[in-house]
């Protein structure tokens, strides 16, 4: 069974421009989770997906921000980037919401190694 | 606020060491705490996951604790390898939210 695909694996992009990552998750996961792992400072939650729908975000300012798509695959977009939006970001998936059969274990993708110049 | 802390930052041991390390969290209320391992510049590979009703988790040579009232979890790793050379991180999921906050993690090395 697939696990967690991010796309792409690295990208670099300049100041000022949008950067958009996309995130498959594992077949029958609805949940999808967003993360930032800045270098020295740990991995920060950004959004969660949930059925289509934003559920919750971290505290990250509104130029990041996303969308599920029916199949339950997702994007981040990073619009007006600047030179900290630099790290990797991580997607993350789970059985819906209050599935109790998995207790919400969330499985993570390889990540996307976002360059700022 | 929920925060998540890992010690020992660093660990470095000879292979064949069996060694611990810690996780302490601030808010008691968690639905679950989940261990990971990450690879240099690689996405997180599960390891262990404990639900606030569990005290401990197995697997293989991995064993996780879990102790709510005092806010703590231990991983510990039996009999060591230089393949478990990585960071490991701790993630708490606070009830009533869907998302983990993550300790910083240790870095292990595992010397052959």
């Known amino acids: 069974e697939a696990g967690v695909t991010q796309s792409p694996t690295h990208l670099i992009k300049t100041r000022g421009q949008q950067a958009t990552l996309r995130c498959s998750p594992i077949?029958?996961?609805?949940?999808v989770y967003w993360y930032q792992q800045a270098l020295g400072l740990g991995l920060q939650f950004l959004l969660w997906?949930?059925?289509?729908?934003?559920?919750n975000r971290g505290n990250f300012p509104p130029r990041f921000s996303g969308r599920q798509f029916p199949n339950y695959s997702s994007e981040l977009n990073v619009n007006a980037l600047e030179l900290e939006d630099s790290a990797l970001y991580l997607c993350?998936?789970?059985?819906?919401?209050?599935?109790?059969?998995?207790?919400?274990?969330?499985?993570f993708g390889p990540g996307t190694r976002l360059t700022v110049l | 606020k929920q925060e998540v802390t890992q010690i020992p930052a660093a660990l470095s041991v000879p292979e064949g060491e069996n060694l611990v390390l810690n996780c302490s969290f601030t808010d008691s209320a968690i639905y679950n705490l989940q261990w990971f391992r990450q690879d240099p510049g690689k996405g997180l590979t599960s390891l262990l996951l404990i639900q606030s009703s569990q005290r401990e988790q197995t697997s293989g040579r991995l064993n996780a604790s879990l102790d709510k009232s005092s806010g703590r979890s231990t991983l510990y790793i039996a009999a060591s390898q230089p393949g478990d050379s990585a960071t490991y991180l701790c993630a708490v999921r606070t009830s009533g939210t869907y998302k983990y906050i993550f300790g910083t993690g240790t870095r292990l090395k595992v010397l052959a």
């Open positions: 993350a998936s789970s059985l819906a919401a209050g599935a109790a059969s998995s207790y919400n274990e969330q499985f």
């Open positions: 077949s029958g996961h609805t949940s």
């Open positions: 997906y949930d059925e289509g729908e934003e559920r």
